[in-house]
């Protein structure tokens, strides 16, 4: 299964950004998702995860309340609203597939490239 990440930029401060994470090559409605992401200098961590039908997700407690994780089944792809962007937000954020719900990296046995997404104070 391939996994294409977009929606990457720079923002400033409170702004808004919507991941959105293309995935072909598989049964899209199969695979739980997840989305992490790695600062510099820092190890990958988890951000959020979603079901597969979508109606079960969670978060990490940095991003609970200001981030969401939706998918749409028909179109195999996922997406991560994000508001309220802080420069603490600022990473290479990667999409998973897997066939698990967990919120551990290793429980996902494909990935996008990532995007970057860069949040200026």
């Known amino acids: 299964v391939q996994l294409v990440e977009s929606g990457g930029g720079v923002v400033q401060a409170g702004d808004s950004l919507i991941l959105s994470c293309a995935v072909s090559?598989?049964?899209?409605?199969?695979?739980?998702m997840g989305w992490f992401r790695q600062a510099p200098g820092k190890e990958r961590e988890f951000v959020a995860l979603?079901?597969?039908?979508?109606?079960?997700?969670a978060y990490d407690d940095s991003v609970k309340g200001r981030f969401t994780f939706s998918r749409d089944n028909t179109k195999n792809t996922a997406y991560l609203q994000m508001n309220s962007l802080k420069p603490e937000d600022t990473a290479v954020y990667y999409c998973?597939?897997?066939?698990?719900?967990?919120?551990?990296?290793?429980?996902?046995?494909?990935w996008g490239q990532g995007t970057q997404v860069t949040v200026s104070s």
């Open positions: 998973a597939a897997g066939r698990t719900i967990s919120t551990q990296a290793e429980d996902f046995g494909s």
């Open positions: 090559g598989g049964t899209f409605s199969t695979y739980a």
């Open positions: 979603i079901n597969q039908s979508g109606g079960s997700t």
